[in-house]
């Protein structure tokens, strides 16, 4: 394995990932579905995450992360390629969900991939090989926004299948593994959580942030349709998006240091609620793109903070939990039900009211977390000298 492959495989499967993403819910809203069905898709997609990423990480703990890693982009291409052709609302949901057990350990295998290569060698660090996943996630975003003005967005399906397909070209497994790559996804002790206040808080606070700020990362491009935006915009508003993630995952680690994760936790929820307030009280598509460069700091400063911080409320060597619980609680279950919410919310009142109605939960989870962190602070591990 080179460190090239793994910039490929990045740039590829991110790729894949934006060309049907990105498109999905304007594919749905064109085809008559209702906010709340598009709701119901996406809560359920998004649900699966709690139990399906640490089963794929056993399985690639057994097989090799490589071999396992092929294998489910390659049943993603198949199933992915027919998901446009599901047309009844039953069958979408239950084609949805089949799909989200092959999809979703893609990502989190693909980055427990670059870890373990990290490891054997100086010249690359995992935040160098993720690079390539959201500049591949940009450059699909905006292609897929010029490419599906001209042909029906119905192409986003086998176009995604391509570039999953492709990825397994760079997987090749080699007959004599000198290095079998683990995932070292590590199931958490629902006992431990609840046995540890300060972290099921914090997990509860995930929750509920996680569900407050789904509007941003799973609705922005119906936000845009509501406002007559084209397919081209709306690639155009992802991909500023992916580029501001880019240098603020390093900004990110260097503030950190310095402020400590709290502050920087802080921080991105401050701008989140600017943000999604702007979103709703003055919605233009200019200003909503110009947004966008905002998402390096609402979405990179909070992960490179919660990461940090959650491994501080955890014993010594447990790290890999870390991940488990973001994808758990803060991507699975918090994201699920406020997909559910905002789909029914955008039926009765816009995309543009729910915007600023988020904002307003949104400030209050950001009054919830201060309150955690400096009203019992002197409950919570200290992180050393660095702002903590």
């Not at 579905?33 to 359920?44: D, E, S, V, W």
């Not at 880019?246 to 400590?260: D, K, T």
Request: one cysteine or more; aromatic letters at 18%.
């Amino acid at each position: 394995m080179t460190g090239g492959r793994i910039k490929t495989i990045f740039l590829l499967l991110y790729m894949g990932f934006a060309t049907w993403r990105v498109f999905y819910n304007v594919f749905l809203e064109e085809n008559e579905f209702t906010g709340a069905q598009i709701g119901i898709i996406n809560a359920l997609f998004q649900s699966t995450i709690f139990l399906i990423v640490p089963l794929w990480g056993f399985i690639a703990d057994k097989k090799g992360i490589r071999l396992t890693l092929g294998w489910v982009c390659l049943v993603t291409a198949i199933v992915i390629l027919f998901l446009g052709k599901i047309q009844a609302f039953g069958f979408v949901l239950f084609y949805i969900l089949l799909l989200s057990v092959f999809h979703h350990p893609l990502g989190p295998l693909t980055d427990a991939l670059a870890v373990q290569f990290s490891k054997t060698t100086n010249l690359y660090n995992y935040g160098k090989l993720r690079f390539w996943g959201s500049f591949g996630w940009a450059i699909a975003s905006i292609l897929g926004g010029f490419l599906f003005i001209h042909i029906a967005v119905d192409y986003i399906f086998p176009v995604s299948a391509v570039f999953f397909l492709s990825v397994i070209i760079f997987l090749k497994v080699p007959r004599k593994r000198t290095v079998i790559y683990k995932s070292n996804f590590q199931p958490f002790d629902l006992r431990y959580l609840l046995r540890n206040k300060q972290l099921f808080i914090f997990i509860i606070i995930l929750i509920i942030y996680g569900l407050t700020c789904a509007p941003v990362y799973s609705y922005i491009n119906l936000y845009f349709t509501e406002l007559k935006a084209s397919n081209r915009i709306i690639g155009f508003a992802y991909a500023v998006q992916a580029f501001s993630e880019l240098h603020f995952f390093i900004i990110g680690e260097r503030l950190m240091r310095r402020f400590g994760s709290r502050r920087i936790i802080i921080i991105s929820l401050i701008v989140m609620v600017i943000r999604m307030f702007l979103y709703g009280l003055f919605p233009s598509v200019p200003l909503g793109l110009l947004l966008g460069i905002l998402q390096g700091i609402t979405l990179s400063f909070f992960l490179v903070g919660v990461v940090e911080y959650i491994h501080h409320l955890l014993p010594a060597g447990r790290f890999a939990i870390a991940q488990s619980i973001i994808w758990g609680f803060y991507f699975g279950m918090g994201q699920t039900i406020g997909n559910l919410i905002i789909g029914y919310l955008k039926d009765i009142t816009g995309m543009v009211n729910v915007m600023w109605i988020f904002g307003i939960l949104t400030f209050s989870v950001l009054i919830a977390i201060v309150v955690h962190f400096y009203l019992r602070s002197g409950k919570i591990k200290t992180e050393g000298n660095n702002g903590q």
